[in-house]
């Protein structure tokens, strides 16, 4: 069965530093990982994804996630993080056979001026 | 249009009634997903449709649960005789065909069952 994990519930991080939410996957076949950010009351948003090519992925908003086949990893990072990326960050698994999307729990990104 | 739409936002229903949830998904994709997020957990998946044709039902929780898309647009979530453990956002997602597509999402309808 194919899966996901994120290991930590909340990040805390300084505005400006550099950000790092974990993500961990068990698939069998080729990865589809995907990154998705929730604000309060408001649906996911894509950020970003990785298919195939080169490791590191460049998203939206300045992120990107780095894939590592053998450490089964898809961390996500930011060089420079902002108060307004604070909310709460899902690693996904696409099942290639019916598209559905497996969640991680979740990460809450907290960054503070 | 030009994201998915969700309809209601939000929903009181009384323990025991019927709930009709509706899904727009962007015009022209193919597939459409149902997700439960329950509050600080993430979303999980209940059922998929390609057109018309429900593909995946293995993650709706009981035969309460309904989901249907009869002309391959428009989609519609039933639950009925809601229970308190059905309290959860619904989510609806749509996307084109294929696992490397990203699937994008409505903001949800938040249900509430007194």
């Known amino acids: 069965a194919q899966s996901v994990a994120q290991p930590e519930d909340q990040v805390n991080v300084a505005e400006g530093n550099p950000l790092t939410v974990k993500c961990t996957y068990s698939?069998?076949?080729?990865?589809?990982l995907f990154w998705y950010v929730q604000y309060p009351n408001r649906g996911l948003q894509f950020l970003l994804k990785?298919?195939?090519?080169?490791?590191l992925v460049k998203g939206s908003y300045g992120f990107e996630a780095e894939f590592n086949k053998s450490q089964t990893s898809f961390h996500l990072k930011k060089p420079s993080a902002l108060v307004s990326d604070s909310a709460l960050y899902f690693c996904a698994v696409r099942d290639a056979g019916t598209g559905k999307l497996i969640f991680g729990q979740g990460t809450t990104l907290q960054v503070k001026p | 249009g030009a994201g998915v739409s969700q309809s209601p936002r939000y929903k009181v229903a009384k323990r025991g009634q019927d709930v009709a949830l509706r899904c727009d998904p962007i015009s022209g994709h193919v597939s459409l997903f149902w997700y439960q997020q329950a509050l600080g957990q993430g979303p999980e998946f209940l059922t998929y449709?390609?057109?018309?044709?429900?593909?995946?039902k293995s993650g709706l929780p009981s035969d309460r649960f309904f989901a249907e898309r009869p002309e391959g647009s428009v989609s519609t979530l039933k639950i009925q005789r809601t229970q308190q453990e059905d309290s959860a956002v619904y989510l609806c997602a749509s996307s084109r065909q294929g696992p490397n597509t990203e699937a994008f999402f409505g903001q949800g309808t938040r249900l509430t069952v007194v």
């Open positions: 698939v069998s076949g080729n990865p589809y």
């Open positions: 449709f390609q057109n018309e044709a429900q593909l995946d």
């Open positions: 990785y298919i195939t090519g080169d490791n």
